[in-house]
Each structure stands twice: as structure tokens, then as C-alpha cells.
């Protein structure tokens, strides 16, 4: 990775290439000199590389700032603070090159006093800096790291978002309705579930746990389907669910996502 930086480094700059190029067809070889100069495009990772790399807080449930595009700030309540909001805006509040670089310079300003250096880290969403650390999109690359590292979808969809409303899901059901989903999922002769070729799931709500990424993922896709007895009117959604429903309320308590 330090050599890979470091070359795209130097391409940014320029450089003057000879380029050799072969007889072919009766033509003979012959050499030109060119000037060259490319970049990096695109770097692909999953979210946990992705925040070592730039030096972002991992994006868990625990970080107050999860996200290395933004500065969208996480709390630990039933409305999940600026993440919640889906019209926060995000080009308003984006990180920039400069906030970071400045960030790690207040971090760095604090190596001496590790409680007020991890107190600020926390509040910038930025990782403090160790000794001899080489922020190497940063500094051997000329870019802005968030603009050519797309989002990871395995992470931040099918284990993320897409989980917590699974998981939401399972945690208003009562007994009679973890019964049914459990029923829907044992199906296996003429099940139309799942798309062509695609392996039955285990069931959800006896084991989610178990589930992985691509599972989660499948599951999101079908997740209506196998609701399907439950959400089909709402008589049977009240006699399937643990929680008095409310159409301008309904949460599940805390412990009950936890025991998922």
C-alpha cells in the first residue's frame, strides 16, 4: 500500500516515459517520449480498511461521528441524533481534506495529554495520529480521499441499515408471530421465497446471529415475503405483535433489539 500511494504520487506530478513499441506488420520498432501524469480513480475497500486508511472512526454503533463522507453525528437514544435525519445534509457538512489535515494537527498538539487528545478525537471523528504515522492519501497523494473511495455495501446496507430494520422486525413480534415467520422459513417443496437458485435461509428468528452478510442481504429482498403473514392486515398485525401499534409512535424497547 505505501509503494502503490507513493507511485500515484509521483504520476500526479508528471513524468517523462519512454514507450517502446514493437515491429508489427512490417513496421519497425521504434521508441517515443512521452509525458505522463495519472492519479488514482477509484479505491475499493471494505468499510473497516477504508477507515484505517483515512483515518476516520470505524463506523459502528458507538462512534459519534461513523461516517468518513460527513459529519453526521450519532447518538446513543431512541432517534440516533443527525443520523437519523434523513434530510441532514451531507454536502454541507462534508469532510474536506483541510478538516482532516487540521484535525490530525490538534491531535498531534496533544500526543502529551492522552485524555484530552482521545476526547478531541472523538469529538472530530478522527483518529489521533501515533508517532512516525504517514497519512499516506493524504500526504503521498494529492486527493481527497472520500472522492475516490466509493461506499461499501456489504457493511454499510446488509450489516447496517438493512439489519437494524431486520432485526426491528423480529423484535415486535410475540410468540404467535415468531411462530409464523419460523413456519415461513421451514417451507421448502414449492417455497416462492427465494429467487432462482438461491439457498433457503435459516430461520431468523430462531438464530439471526448466525446470518451472514450475503444472507442479511437475501433476507433483505425477501423480507416482505416472509412478513407476509403478519403485515397482511392489521388484525393480524396486532395479534402477531408484542407492542400496542401506533402509526405516529411504534418503537421497540432497546432490550428487546439487544436480544436479537
Known amino acids: 500500500m ?3 500511494c507513493r507511485l500515484m504520487g509521483d504520476l500526479q506530478k508528471g513524468c517523462t516515459a519512454v514507450v517502446h513499441f514493437p515491429a508489427t506488420d512490417g513496421e519497425p520498432a521504434y521508441v517515443v517520449k512521452v509525458f505522463l501524469r495519472g492519479g488514482l480513480l477509484l479505491l475499493v475497500a471494505d468499510s473497516p480498511q477504508r477507515a484505517l486508511m483515512c483515518y476516520c472512526k470505524h463506523p459502528n454503533s458507538f462512534s459519534r ?3 468518513m463522507y460527513c459529519m453526521v453525528e450519532q447518538t446513543q437514544d431512541n432517534e440516533g441524533g443527525d443520523l437519523g435525519d434523513q434530510l441532514y445534509d451531507i454536502v454541507a457538512n462534508r469532510r474536506t481534506r ?3 489535515l487540521e484535525g490530525r494537527s490538534q491531535l498531534e498538539a496533544l500526543a502529551s495529554n492522552p485524555v484530552q487528545q482521545g476526547q478531541l478525537s472523538s469529538a472530530l471523528g478522527v483518529v489521533a495520529p501515533q508517532e512516525g504515522d504517514v497519512w499516506l492519501l493524504f500526504e503521498a497523494c494529492d486527493i481527497v480521499p472520500s472522492r475516490v473511495t466509493p461506499v461499501e455495501s456489504l457493511h454499510a446496507d446488509a450489516l447496517n ?3 437494524l430494520v431486520q432485526k426491528y422486525l423480529i423484535a415486535l413480534l410475540n410468540t404467535k408471530g415468531r411462530e409464523l415467520i419460523s413456519a415461513t422459513m421451514r417451507q421448502r417443496k414449492g417455497n416462492n421465497l427465494y429467487p432462482p437458485g438461491a439457498e433457503p435461509l435459516k430461520d431468523p428468528v430462531a438464530d439471526y446471529s448466525s446470518l451472514t452478510g450475503s444472507d442479511k442481504w437475501l433476507l433483505a429482498s ?5 412478513f407476509r403473514a403478519v403485515f397482511h392486515t392489521t388484525a393480524t398485525m396486532v395479534s402477531s405483535c408484542s407492542l400496542t401499534l401506533n402509526t405516529q409512535n411504534m418503537r421497540v424497547p432497546t432490550e428487546a433489539m439487544q436480544a436479537i
Open 222 to 226: 425477501i423480507v416482505l415475503l416472509v
Open 2 to 4: 505505501d509503494l502503490f
Open 65 to 67: 461521528f461513523p461516517c
Open 161 to 163: 441499515a438493512q439489519a
Open 98 to 100: 483541510g478538516l482532516m
